[in-house]
């Protein structure tokens, strides 16, 4: 069964600086995918990023970007100038459609505080 | 709008009173799923749904049933409510396609509390 670890429970960064995000798995798969999900106080969740395993090149959205270590099995998200509303949980997610169930599994998450 | 639609966002109840919380998504998708989410546990799999009339359990599925009858709707549905089933519900849908899972689409949170 695939395992998501998050081994930071909580984070602080000051606005403006970088910040990142750890998150390790373990899979037997070759072909997956990871996402990063951000789940601000009002609860939603948010799609942040999302990573295929097949491609070698990381994926960057605006300031998020992550460092995919395929070999390593480790899958971390850089903030870059984090800002006020970059306040949130951060949850890092694995999934395969091995038995087709589109299923993620969820790391426990790292509550990011930025502060002013 | 393309949404996922829980409702209630609040429900307190007491222990053996069934209740339903309903999930609706208007983007046609077909594969839908319920997620619980617990401090320092993350969010773990209730069941899921791949189409209508085809549902399965996820990782933590004691205790709950749910029904596809229309594509649109998922309803998770708690018999007899235990104290343990106090806890943040997430509805999620998304296209199933080829080539990889779609992102899902997660609707608000129901924050459930039973007494």
């Known amino acids: 069964a695939q395992t998501v670890t998050q081994s930071q429970p909580e984070m602080s960064v000051q606005e403006a600086e970088t910040v990142t995000l750890s998150c390790t798995y373990d899979?037997?798969?070759?072909?997956?995918?990871l996402f990063w999900y951000k789940q601000p106080p009002s609860r939603q969740m948010i799609l942040v990023i999302r990573?295929?395993?097949?491609?070698?090149q990381n994926a960057t959205e605006n300031r998020f970007s992550v460092n995919f270590q395929k070999a390593a099995k480790s899958f971390s998200l850089k903030i870059s100038d984090s800002q006020l509303g970059d306040t949130a949980m951060y949850f890092c997610?694995?999934?395969?459609?091995?038995?087709?169930?589109?299923?993620?599994?969820f790391g426990k998450g790292t509550k990011l505080t930025v502060n002013p | 709008e393309a949404q996922v639609t829980q409702n209630p966002r609040y429900l307190i109840t007491v222990t053996g009173k069934k209740l339903t919380v309903t999930c609706s998504q208007n983007?046609?998708?077909?594969?839908m799923s319920w997620y619980r989410q617990d401090p320092g546990l993350g969010l773990r799999q209730i069941y899921y749904?791949?189409?209508?009339?085809?549902?399965d359990k996820g990782d933590v599925p004691e205790g709950y049933k749910v029904s596809r009858k229309e594509k649109r709707n998922f309803p998770l549905i708690l018999e007899s409510p235990s104290p343990n089933q106090t806890s943040l519900y997430f509805c999620?849908?998304?296209?199933?396609?080829?080539?990889?899972?779609?992102?899902?689409?997660f609707g608000n949170g129901t924050r459930l509390t039973v007494t």
């Open positions: 999620a849908s998304s296209l199933r396609q080829t080539g990889g899972p779609s992102p899902l689409h």
């Open positions: 899979t037997s798969e070759n072909n997956y995918y």
């Open positions: 990573q295929e395993a097949y491609k070698q």
């Open positions: 997610a694995f999934s395969s459609t091995q038995g087709g169930s589109e299923k993620l599994v």
């Open positions: 983007m046609n998708h077909e594969y």
């Open positions: 749904s791949m189409n209508v009339e085809v549902t």
